[in-house]
Every structure is written in structure tokens, then in C-alpha cells.
């Protein structure tokens, strides 16, 4: 199987469980690499300097909306006025403990959330996302 994803973001606050989630992401062959930030502010800062070199644009953002500061929904109301540049190409899958029937609704309701996923991430998680959101099919 060839890459698929060569970078994705991971955003939460939870350092634990963002080192986890990024280790399994990292173990599985379609993806190359994870950035990780623990606020949802300094990934909009990154998302806003990807004309710098240093910054590589991710394909697909995994978001918590349980953080302090700047949740999950600022985030995606911040990221709806950047520019059409940088969000382009970019899908956004919540990533999250609430089994809140409300924050699922939310969620589906805006039209930047491809998907809502209960942490953490496991191989059949991942395969779940790739094939639904990438139409590629995950060799068994």
C-alpha cells in the first residue's frame, strides 16, 4: 500500500492521549507523519504560516472539542475564515470521549466535519476513516 496520508495534525489537549493517538496513526503504513499541538489556537498559528517551508499542510485534522482556552467549535469557527488556500483539501474528523447526542449533532450539522470518532484510535478506526473519507481500500 502505498502512503495515503502524508500528514495530519492531531489537536488536544490531553498529552497522553495525543501521544497515543499519534504512536498509532505513526505504526500504520498510510500514515507518514503527525504534527500534534495541544491547542487548538497554535494549529490555526500553523495553518496560517504554510507559506513557510517549515510547515507542511495537512491532509486530515483530528480534533478534540473538550479543551480549554479555544475548543473544538472556535476552532472550526476560526478555521471557516481562513483562506480558502489553506483549508482546501483539508478534512476534519472530530476526534472525542463525549458520547454527547448534542455534540454528535453539532458536529454532522457543519459541513467542515467529514466525521465524529470516539477516542482513542485504533487500526480498525483508522481503516474505517480511509475507506469512508478517502475511498481506498484497506488490504485486510
Known amino acids: 500500500?502505498?502512503?495515503?496520508?502524508?500528514?495530519?495534525?492531531?489537536?488536544?489537549?490531553?498529552?497522553?492521549?495525543?501521544?497515543?493517538?499519534?504512536?498509532?496513526?505513526?505504526?500504520?503504513?498510510?500514515?507518514?507523519?503527525?504534527?500534534?499541538?495541544?491547542?487548538?489556537?497554535?494549529?490555526?498559528?500553523?495553518?496560517?504560516?504554510?507559506?513557510?517551508?517549515?510547515?507542511?499542510?495537512?491532509?486530515?485534522?483530528?480534533?478534540?472539542?473538550?479543551m480549554p482556552f479555544m475548543n473544538g467549535w472556535d476552532f472550526l469557527k476560526e478555521f471557516s475564515n481562513l483562506e480558502k488556500d489553506i483549508t482546501d483539501g483539508i478534512k476534519i474528523i472530530i476526534l472525542s470521549t463525549s458520547n454527547d447526542p448534542n455534540d454528535i449533532k453539532k458536529a454532522f450539522k457543519n459541513e467542515l466535519v467529514y466525521d465524529f470518532i470516539n477516542k482513542p484510535l485504533s487500526n480498525e478506526i483508522i481503516n474505517q476513516v480511509i475507506e469512508k473519507h478517502f475511498s481506498y481500500k484497506v488490504a485486510k
Do not use: C, G, R, W
Open 1 to 66: 500500500m502505498n502512503d495515503i496520508i502524508t500528514y495530519s495534525l492531531l489537536i488536544d489537549d490531553d498529552k497522553a492521549t495525543s501521544f497515543f493517538n499519534k504512536h498509532v496513526l505513526l505504526k500504520h503504513k498510510a500514515f507518514k507523519d503527525v504534527k500534534v499541538v495541544q491547542e487548538a489556537k497554535n494549529a490555526l498559528d500553523y495553518l496560517k504560516n504554510l507559506n513557510n517551508q517549515l510547515y507542511i499542510k495537512p491532509e486530515l485534522i483530528f480534533l478534540d472539542i473538550n
